[in-house]
T-cell receptor, first 112, second 111 residues
């Protein structure tokens, strides 16, 4: 059974700090990795994707991928209360059809 | 902007009823997906479709069926609703090999 593991949290950080969210996955053939943000009662919203080892930056967000360690992370710099949400890690399944496996999510709470 | 819409935000049905959940996307995406989301269990794939009239079972297809007669529309059918199908149902669409975009979700309660 292919799996994606995330710490459920809550991860509590003060406003202005860096929030670090982590994800491990079991399918060594996975090629694409995604981070979604989900506010309470809302649907997931894509915020980042990464395909290659290393870092990818987009504004306050940085995704980091290490395929050898089967590890992907999301850093949020200058965290704001509006970043408080559940962050879902999603990993493509090897074998096609663009199927994704989702982690259960990490709840982030940014306090003023 | 990609737009995925779902027919209802909230739905209450009785046990044994046949339930239809509709999803429409406006970006000409080949792939469409139905998930359910439950607390602590994350998103679980029910069915997906990679072309018109083509469908594949996901991880939890029991008690569900799907229909895709047109590219833009993907329907989820609960043949005989049961209380354990009370959940948030999320539809998503994508081009092959790229990210999925989600609709707003339908919160279904079966009493």
């Amino acid at each position: 059974q292919k799996e994606v593991e995330q710490n459920s949290g809550p991860l509590s950080v003060p406003e202005g700090a860096i929030a670090s969210l982590n994800c491990t996955y079991s399918d060594r053939g996975s090629q694409s990795f995604f981070w979604y943000r989900q506010y309470s009662g809302k649907s997931p919203e894509l915020i980042m994707f990464i395909y290659s080892n290393g870092d990818k930056e987009d504004g306050r967000f940085t995704a980091q991928l290490n395929k050898a360690s089967q590890y992907v992370s999301l850093l949020i710099r200058d965290s704001q209360p509006s970043d408080s949400a559940t962050y879902l890690c999603a990993v493509s399944l090897s074998g096609g059809y663009n199927k994704l496996i989702f982690g259960a999510g990490t709840r982030l709470a940014v306090h003023p | 902007d990609v737009k995925v819409t779902q027919s209802s935000r909230y739905l209450v049905k009785r046990t044994g009823e046949k339930v239809f959940l509709e999803c429409v996307q406006d970006m000409d995406h080949e792939n469409m997906f139905w998930y359910r989301q439950d607390p602590g269990l994350g998103l679980r794939l029910i069915y997906f479709s990679y072309d018109v009239k083509m469908k594949e079972k996901g991880d939890i297809p029991e008690g569900y069926s799907v229909s895709r007669e047109k590219k833009e529309r993907f329907s989820l059918i609960l043949e005989s609703a049961s209380t354990n199908q009370t959940s948030m149902y999320l539809c998503a669409s994508s081009l092959p090999g790229v990210e999925q975009y989600f609709g707003p979700g339908t919160r279904l309660t079966v009493t």
